[in-house]
């Protein structure tokens, strides 16, 4: 009769550990998102209101909930990081397995850069003067507001900018010479500023006959005639 007890209890014991096992693998995800939010509540990765990344999902976190949090999302086929209207439900497991990136936490600036090709042929020296005015007019206001945020910031990160002013950095494609400028900008007017430079670059270049803005074309070269004396060989001169 006890064989039979024991049998009885062993069989019983085995059952018992598959069905825990079953059950753990079961609520496996509802438990890691319950332990989602508890860090979410605790370390505040991001907060509602922040613009943010979790893996290729990009939005303005709008709710934090037990087992998830919710993002307007940005980007997608919409260009210059601006509102598609979808609204994207996520996992708080997620974020134990995915990247976050926080565009505005703690320090509401990121650095945009913008090319403009010009060719060989313009006054690329005066094209970068007029490029660097601009930058710093249009900038001017942004740098002000970052210059605080980076004193705040520093108390809590390691976010030491020295220089927040945008630059003009000089490069060279195959097509021309690239005047790429760099500055800071909100991430949220993110395209309103670029649209602001380009139409003010686009009416600065319009007054200069010795600047034009280069795209990909094929031209033939003569050394003998467009090159520089030194560099023709004796006997085509």
């Known amino acids: 009769m006890a064989q039979v007890w024991f049998s009885a209890l062993g069989q019983l014991g085995t059952f018992l550990g598959l069905l ?27 907060d509602v209101g922040d613009r943010i990344q979790v893996g290729n999902s990009k939005g303005d976190v709008i709710d934090v909930r037990v087992f ?4 307007l999302e940005i980007g997608n086929w919409v260009d210059a990081d601006q509102s ?21 936490s703690d320090f509401e600036w990121v650095w945009n850069e913008m090319g403009v090709l010009i060719t060989f042929e313009s006054d690329w020296k005066k094209a970068k003067k007029i490029l660097q005015d601009i930058a710093d007019d249009v900038c001017q206001e942004f740098v002000n507001q970052a210059r605080e945020e980076v004193k705040k910031a520093e108390k809590s990160y390691l976010i030491q ?3 927040l002013t945008p630059i003009v950095y000089t490069s060279v494609k195959d097509s021309g010479i690239n005047l790429t400028i760099r500055y800071l900008s909100n991430p949220r007017t993110r395209r309103g500023i670029s649209q602001m430079l380009w139409e003010t670059i686009l009416n600065r270049f319009e ?25 023709i060989p004796d006997g085509d001169q």
């Open 20 to 46: 825990s096992a079953g059950i753990a693998i079961a609520l496996k995800d509802p438990v890691t998102d319950l332990a989602g939010w508890l860090f979410l509540i605790w370390r505040k990765p991001f």
């Open 68 to 71: 998830k949090f919710t993002v």
């Open 207 to 231: 007054e200069h006959d010795d600047i034009d803005f280069a795209y990909p074309t094929v031209r033939y070269y003569n050394n003998p005639t467009e090159g520089k004396p030194g560099t």
């Open 84 to 104: 598609t209207g979808r609204v994207i439900h996520i996992p708080n497991h997620k974020i134990f397995t995915d990247d976050i990136f926080n565009y505005t």
């Open 161 to 163: 900018y020295r220089y």
